[in-house]
């Protein structure tokens, strides 16, 4: 079963899916992680962005921060996306972390000055699985 | 013997084989006149795939839509690439055919990848992936008999189907 889910401070709502849980929830984000022991989680991020910054800015200036952050970083997919009605960017890339190969997907809105970063994140070899998941989780996001 | 699958990847008449076995992908890759292998660990190979076959964001028009063919029309359009259609060919119409061409007016390249289980698993089965990347973008390639269908997807939809090739869900 899943759940609605209102961040108390930051402003935005997502559809928890099962087998996630709510595993930590700052001022400025929530993560997301499997109800099980593993390494795929959703990171919901809330940014202050310079003044009228737009998703695609905002996924550029990302990408480049974890292309240098990340082992072995690579950008698969790049594109426009309507996320919870609004139009923002998606990207998919794949990198390695501790040995292992993973794989991130994330969603970018902006707007006002504020950005918004969803961020779905699993070993590569469970990605096909959870993809659906993901995509859900960002197809539900309301702020 | 112990249990492995072996890996097939045709791109442009060009042929890279191997096997995953014990966790470890060996794939023997074409480089000029000369084969180079590759050696990665299972949870890096839909990466390395995706490295080989030039997998990256491409264009996707709102407005693409399936387009579906005879095998015989998408053979005939992708000749002279070496290419070896997975099911017989059919029959195919001057619109079928012209559809296609339409498609792969930009450029192309054409590509397949096979992962099957080796003879020793007792259990034969493969997965595949047939893709064209055009100059409008990338389109699923799916069989139905003697008829193709070719399906707009995004970069995103194709890795998705190397990582399911690899972890076999």
Redesign the interface.
Request: charged share 30%; hydrophobic share 40%.
């Given at each position: 079963m899943s759940g609605r889910y209102e961040h108390p401070h930051a402003g935005f709502s997502l559809t928890v899916p099962m087998p996630f849980a709510i595993l930590e929830e700052a001022a400025d984000r929530a993560i997301l992680g499997l109800d099980a022991p593993g390494d795929s989680t959703l990171v919901l991020m809330v940014e202050a962005l310079p003044g009228d910054m737009r998703a695609d800015e905002l996924a550029g200036a990302g990408l480049e921060a974890l292309a240098r952050e990340l082992g072995a970083f690579r950008l698969i997919d790049r594109a426009s996306a309507g996320i919870g009605g609004e139009r923002g960017v998606r990207t998919l890339s794949s990198h390695v972390a501790d040995g292992r190969a993973m794989t991130l997907e994330q969603w970018r809105l902006a707007a006002g000055g504020e950005g918004l970063i969803l961020t779905g994140s699993c070993p590569t070899l469970e990605y096909s699985a959870l993809a659906e998941v993901f995509d859900a989780v960002a197809a539900s996001l309301r702020r | 013997m112990s249990a492995y699958r072996e890996i097939d990847v045709r791109r442009e008449g060009r042929r890279a084989a191997g096997r995953l076995e014990a966790g470890v992908a060996r794939l023997l890759v074409p480089r000029g006149e000369d084969l180079e292998e590759i050696v990665v660990?299972?949870?890096?190979l839909?990466?390395a795939l995706?490295?080989l076959l030039d997998?990256?964001?491409?264009p996707?028009s709102p407005a693409a839509t399936p387009v579906r063919t005879s095998v015989e029309a998408l053979a005939a359009a992708l000749e002279p690439a070496g290419w070896e259609p997975a099911q017989p060919p059919g029959g195919g119409s001057a619109e079928d055919h012209e559809a296609i061409q339409g498609l792969l007016a930009a450029g192309h390249v054409h590509w397949r990848v096979e992962v099957r289980e080796g003879p020793s698993s007792g259990a034969p089965h493969a997965l595949d992936l047939e893709v064209l990347d055009t100059g409008v973008g990338l389109w699923l390639v799916q069989y139905d008999e003697a008829e193709v269908e070719l399906s707009p997807a995004?970069?995103?939809a194709v890795?998705?189907?190397l990582?399911?090739l690899?972890?076999g869900?």
């Open positions: - | 660990p299972e949870d890096a839909p990466d995706a490295r997998l990256g964001p491409r996707v995004t970069a995103t890795f998705r189907r990582a399911a690899v972890s869900h």
